[in-house]
């Protein structure tokens, strides 16, 4: 008799007939039907985008047959780390990994490499050529007469990228029938700058500690370093400065490079070189000496040695990025010398190891009385041509300070014979931390797109950048990174499309961040068209959204001072005017806004003629940066017809109202994500709906003492006085400097 184990004990097994069969078959039915529902598992975040959940049934039918067999060697770290890769991917999205070969034996194999790891990659004249050493390209081909798949590059992190494409392309749903896809990168340093300091403190970092370890390092190898490196990997970022441009000396000390050695063996199988905040005066500090002075023979041996020693332990070690005579950091002007002084006496010292210095341009004097607009551009154009060919000036996005908003720098364009970098930020500490959800995508496209005309029209940022415009050996683009500890990575889970949307268009700065966002929700939550529609809108408008309640119509730099949490556009006084609200709205009795006119600060002469032009004209300047360029009467007249103190109010609400839709839209989306990351995102709307409000009420209290303006009908007053808004206090606030 057949047995079957109820409870540990055994029953004899009914027949199929009668009452109790009927029951069971109607019972398997139902079990079957809940075990098809896509019921959402719980989830903390930890994976990223490479969740690598299993597809709907019916596309793991029309993937699998193209997916049969892997041949991808495995006799190099890199390569061993793309085999696991699509072993873990295509084993999680299909339900069953491809059987591993040697040789393509079947129809339907994927083959990863090179031609020299791979030869059956080589007789199939494949145009290598043009995909330099990080390109790779995804081919659909005939092998004896049978259908296959290849991704193939000239090196073995080519073929690293490529399989996270090709993983991405089905976590996407993209057919895989007719593949024919070329990809090298537009960038060559793209690079993830951490603000973390040796204590594990990360400055403006909103999600949790620093990873790095340090304590434990160089021993214990926290797994998260890897999945570290496999998040960057899978969208092409290749470098990663460990710590604070406010750098400690101390991580160029022989007990801490042993460390740095020890990350570096972890990110080096994955692409990413190590980089080091230098800090400029390391020769006093750590080196006993008495000067950092660059034309100094014994600070430039110093030097020399230091790098010797540190590509002894790191052969690829990336190079230095140095923040100098900015906001009380060390520098070469201490010694009566030039930021070309400077970047060249280091960029020398690396050259004969292939590293390269970034040299920021985030600069302006505690001395200097000018307009911190133009302070960059008057520093920096006249050393243009005067540094060594492996230094590239890292220019921040704007010439403020990362604002919600901000024109691009005129730098972009101003610099023809040397390679700038871009500096996003991509921890939100000027657009809400990391509770606020605001998609940064739009934002670095609209400044990558902005025309700088330096060399006529369509003289791109983007093409600065890439160095496409002045014809640069090299080009790179850097993020100052939002992660931390925190399980979820980035503090919020929105937070993580910031990281991801950064390394897609640093890889290519002309993507579009919409598409990206697709990508990027389709492969975090759901590629259910009914969710991924209403989230990339959600996304999508997230960043007006965020300027709108913060800081409208050109207005900047109003946060609360040091922690720049909240609204503080009354803070004035302390060390220096360039730190105060007041000294960037300059609201008045008559009016608001920074003329920087000619007739100004005289800041839209720092761009080409036509985009100056534009500038310069309050009727032709974008109406996102009328108040940025120009001061402006209360009652005079904006292009909606309104006065500009009722645009100015009608904004603050319309960017309150953007939340609150933000917050139904999520809301209605209930059971398309699991409940767990559900409940985050919704508590998280609610605190940025919250927050909202307050800079909406704050900033109209505030702003209406100059206007002496009743609110336009229908607006409601701030739901307290004045004075309780500038009372608020936020000792320990997240991120501020220590
Ligand atoms: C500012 C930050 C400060 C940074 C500085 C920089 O508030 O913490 O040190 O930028 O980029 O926006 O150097």
Do not use: C
């Not at 024919?180 to 300091?197: E, F, G, I, S, Y």
């Not at 911190?372 to 890292?394: C, I, M």
Request: charged share 20%; glycine share 10%; no cysteine.
């Amino acid at each position: 008799m057949l047995h079957t184990t109820v409870n540990g004990r055994q029953h004899p097994r009914p027949g199929t007939g009668g009452r109790f069969g009927r029951w069971l078959r109607r019972m398997s039915v139902a079990l079957l039907a809940l075990a098809l529902l896509p019921v959402a598992q719980a989830e903390d975040g930890y994976e990223l985008w490479l969740r690598y959940r299993p597809l709907e049934a019916g596309q793991q039918l029309r993937y699998r047959p193209h997916l049969a067999q892997l041949v991808a060697p495995a006799s190099t770290p890199t390569q061993r780390v793309a085999r696991e890769e699509l072993l873990r991917g295509l084993g999680g999205l299909l339900g069953q990994a491809p059987a591993v070969a040697d040789a393509p034996s079947a129809a339907g194999a994927v083959l990863v490499g090179t031609p020299a790891s791979l030869p059956a990659l080589a007789g199939l004249g494949l145009d290598l050529e043009g995909l330099g050493d990080e390109g790779y390209l995804i081919r659909s081909v005939e092998l004896d007469g049978r259908p296959a798949t290849v991704v193939a590059a000239n090196s073995d992190v080519g073929a690293l990228y490529g399989s996270f494409h090709l993983l991405r392309l089905l976590q996407t749903r993209q057919p895989l029938d007719a593949l024919d896809l070329r990809q090298a990168p537009k960038v060559k340093l793209r690079v993830l700058n951490h603000w973390d300091d040796l204590d594990r403190y990360v400055e403006r970092g909103y999600s949790g500690q620093s990873i790095w370890n340090w304590h434990l390092l160089p021993d214990w190898l926290d797994p998260r370093y890897t999945d570290y490196a496999r998040a960057n990997a899978s969208i092409g970022i290749n470098g990663a400065v460990l710590n604070n441009v406010n750098a400690n000396a101390q991580i160029l000390t022989p007990m801490y490079l042993a460390k740095v050695a020890a990350l570096a063996g972890v990110l080096r199988p994955y692409g990413i070189r190590v980089y080091l905040s230098a800090r400029f005066s390391a020769p006093m500090e750590i080196g006993g000496m008495d000067t950092a002075d660059p034309l100094d023979p014994a600070v430039q041996r110093w030097w020399k040695d230091k790098a010797a020693e540190i590509y002894a332990r790191i052969p690829d070690f990336g190079g230095f990025l140095v923040k100098a005579n900015s906001e009380g950091q060390p520098g070469p002007q201490d010694f009566g010398r030039t930021h070309a002084d400077g970047a060249n006496m280091l960029a020398e010292v690396l050259a004969p190891h292939g590293g390269v210095v970034m040299w920021r341009a985030f600069v302006y004097s505690h001395e200097e009385p000018d307009d911190r607009h133009k302070q960059a551009y008057t520093e920096f154009v006249p050393l243009d041509g005067s540094f060594r060919d492996n230094v590239l000036v890292q220019v921040k996005n704007g010439a403020i300070d990362f604002q919600p908003r901000e024109p691009f720098h005129p730098l972009f364009g101003a610099m023809p014979k040397t390679p700038l970098m871009m500096e996003f930020q991509i921890t939100k500490e000027y657009l809400g931390f990391a509770t606020h959800l605001v998609y940064l995508g739009p934002m670095y496209e609209e400044v990558l797109r902005a025309d700088t005309h330096a060399a006529g029209p369509g003289s791109t940022v983007a093409k600065v950048v890439d160095g496409s415009l002045d014809g640069h050996a090299i080009s790179g683009i850097a993020g100052v990174a939002n992660i931390g500890t925190d399980r979820n990575w980035s503090g919020s889970h929105f937070d993580q499309a910031n990281w991801y949307v950064f390394g897609r268009l640093a890889w290519d700065p002309y993507l579009d961040s919409r598409t990206v966002a697709e990508e990027w929700v389709r492969m975090t939550f759901s590629a259910d068209p009914a969710f991924v529609e209403p989230v990339v809108a959600m996304m999508m408008g997230s960043h007006q959204a965020a300027v709108d309640y913060m800081t409208p119509l050109g207005l900047h730099h109003l946060m609360g001072r040091g922690h720049h949490y909240g609204p503080g556009p009354w803070v004035e006084g302390g060390p220096r005017a360039d730190w105060t609200s007041v000294y960037y709205h300059r609201a008045t009795r008559e009016g608001i806004g920074f003329d920087r006119t000619t007739s100004g600060s005289d800041a839209v002469s720092q761009y080409a003629p036509p985009v100056a032009e534009v500038f310069n004209d309050p009727e032709r300047v974008p109406e996102d940066f009328l108040l940025w360029f120009h001061h402006r009467p209360w009652t005079s007249r904006v292009s909606s017809g309104r006065s500009l103190w009722d645009e100015l109010v009608h904004r603050y609400s319309r960017g309150v109202a953007q939340v609150e839709w933000m917050q139904r839209t999520w809301d209605g989306l209930r059971g398309h994500v699991d409940a767990e990351r559900h409940h985050q995102i919704e508590r998280f709307l609610a605190i940025q709906r919250k927050e909202a409000q307050w800079w909406r009420d704050a900033s109209i209290a505030y702003f209406q003492t100059f206007s002496r303006l009743p609110l336009p009908e229908g607006e409601a007053p701030p739901e307290h006085p004045l004075e309780y808004y500038k009372a608020l206090e936020f000792p320990h606030a997240p991120g501020d400097t220590q």
